[in-house]
């Protein structure tokens, strides 16, 4: 085998290896390289958490038996408290930067405002508010109604939706078109469960240190 058959035998193995980098660097997409360049220190972070790979559904617009208002029927194999809990996985928190600082992503805040506006519904409905709790449940319910109002405004939505009837027009909404949520309360997970990693990792080193020191 010749040297100089070798020598152009390395030289392409390199220029693939080369583009074969480029191509892998490239397919990282532009937001999550440009949210790797924050500190997330004050207000050096970046406004929208990004996740890359989040497809569109079809979302069909309907009544469901589950995340009722409260669980009527006994036996009926919902818990409704825990369903609209589970909407909103880790309070809601996903942690960031090299210090893994705490953020609220929106449609969590949105979630929470849902529930914490169906709570105050079946809490009333049962009379059961009195006193500073109703004060608090009052005041957190209003904060959350007008909070949803400016969402829905800021995000407004122009789909046009089928109304029926005269003279009480009935709207019937049909097929959204949507984020596929699931990818994005997969990345979620993923990311509270690196963050107890790291806490946990962060908390033995700090007592280990604390065992080493003598008086």
């Known amino acids: 085998m010749s040297i100089l058959f070798i020598f152009m035998t390395t030289i ?22 440009a949210q790797d360049t924050y500190s997330y220190e004050g207000s050096d972070f970046p406004r929208t958490w990004s996740i890359d790979g989040v ?48 953020f609220s992503v929106t449609v969590f805040h ?11 519904l079946v809490l009333v409905a049962r009379h059961e508010l009195s006193g500073p709790r109703e004060d608090r449940s009052r005041t957190l319910t209003t904060h ?23 003279p009480e027009v009935s709207v019937m909404p049909d097929v959204y078109e949507c984020h596929d949520w699931s990818r994005f309360y997969e990345k979620v997970e993923r990311n509270q469960y690196q963050y107890m990693t790291w806490s946990s990792a962060s908390s033995k080193g700090k007592n280990s240190t604390t065992d080493g020191l003598t008086d």
């Open 110 to 120: 949105q979630l929470r405002c849902l529930n914490i506006i169906r709570k105050h």
């Open 144 to 166: 959350c109604a007008n909070y949803l109002r400016q969402m829905a405004l800021c995000h407004a939505d122009l789909d046009l939706d089928t109304a029926v009837g005269k």
């Open 55 to 102: 497809d569109r559904v079809s979302m069909f617009v309907e009544d469901t038996t589950h995340y009722q208002l409260e669980s009527s029927v006994v036996g009926d194999g919902f818990d409704s408290d825990a369903e609209w809990d589970l909407l909103v996985p880790g309070d809601g928190l996903v942690y960031l930067g090299d210090n893994k600082r705490p």
């Open 12 to 33: 392409l193995l390199k220029a693939i290896l080369l583009a074969w980098l480029r191509a892998a660097f490239h397919s990282l997409s532009q937001s999550e390289l």
